[in-house]
């Protein structure tokens, strides 16, 4: 599986193509990790010790968000980044 990475636009870490990359990712396991300034979609199961602190949501837990029917609206994709950035900041990045 290739890794999809995304960077960060303007004051933004976590913007609205990281989360639909996580939420489009082809893997039921999909994580969304933090490493070095960049939002990166990853089995879960590659990520490793070092970075298991830098993870940020999981595809999962994020579509338990996403109203049942509604379409990934931009809208909706900035709500979550919002969110999501929260977390990443809070985690010190």
Known sequence: MKNER????????????????LLESD??????????????VLPDAE????????????RDELLARVP???KLSDQLLDNLAHRLDNIVRDLGA
Do not use: K, P, S
């Not at 995304?6 to 990359?21: F, H, K, M, P, S």
């Not at 990520?47 to 999981?58: N, S, W």
């Open 6 to 21: 995304r960077g960060a636009v303007g004051t933004q870490l976590i913007d609205r193509e990281c989360v639909r990359a």
């Open 27 to 40: 893997r039921d396991d999909a994580t969304l990790v933090y490493v070095r300034g960049e939002c990166v």
């Open 47 to 58: 990520v490793d010790e070092a970075h298991r602190g830098l993870v940020i949501a999981r």
């Open 68 to 70: 049942r029917g509604e």
